[in-house]
């Protein structure tokens, strides 16, 4: 038997190459960090107090809302804290969890992204059917599934990259724990692992990309078929919003795990943008792009203590 001192804990040295700049990153990100709890809770409060709102569409907005406000949360907190001069060790099953939920939600926004666009397939390409096919009881059960699928994706790849043995160094080069990094640190062969992870997290993102793709081509051929001009302004500014945010959301992705050569300081660059930057901007994009969104979000501001019942 090989005599392994197991690691109790990590220390994450943080983004590289920015050593000096705590005080400033710490500012930038503190501030992106408060304006995505703020803007999410305000699409959250704007959809939850207007009956006009719920709807399949608003009700997966709702979620992905909700998941815009846990995902940075993964990271965030951690690193205020080490930038603000606090230790920046974390322990192991501090680490097991940030990688854990950092696949889970992730994840299950990759799939929501997908439910998503086939709510608005539906709505554009079969508007009398529409509140057949996407009932209460279909959105419970597809919302369900994204969180299900989201775990078993998330499981599976905590569970490879922790079952490796970790007895040598403890120094993670990036500022939380995820698969790349922490595989660099394990003891054993991961040549394996690393490709099985990379078909694993490659090929999910990649078939919810086919199917979010297929849904909106066959979106476009119904859109173009609109002879209204102000139809088909009103259909592709319904889905304007949505394609924004998948482009925001895919471009990190793909950047980050499927390069054959990484690159520790574009990764941690886009990984940051990718977790605070995108989830800050989904309200602006999907308010912005929405008017009624943006009526329930006035109603509110000027009257917050108003009832559903009174729209």
Known sequence: MRNLSVVTQFILLGIPNTEGLETMLFVLFLSFYIFTLIGNLLILTAIISSTRLHTPMYFFLCK????DIFFPSVSSPKMLFYLSGNSRAISYAGCVCQLFFYHFLGCTECFLYTVMAY????????????SIIISHRVCAIL??????FGCI???????????LPYCGPNEVDYYFCDIPVMLKLACADTSALEMVGFISVGLMPLSCFLLILTSYSFIVCAI?????AEGRRRAFSTCS?????????????VLIYLRPTPSPWLDATVQVLNNLVTPMLNPLIYSLRNKEVKSSLWKFLHNPGFLPEQL
């Open 64 to 67: 992905l809302s909700i998941f």
């Open 119 to 130: 709510d608005r397939f539906v709505a554009i390409c079969y508007p009398l059917r529409y």
């Open 143 to 148: 919302a369900t599934g994204t969180s299900f």
């Open 153 to 163: 994706q998330a499981t599976f790849l905590t569970t490879l990259t922790f079952q």
């Open 224 to 228: 173009l078929r609109i002879r209204s």
């Open 241 to 253: 919003a949505h394609l924004t945010a998948i482009l925001l959301f895919y471009m990190p992705v």
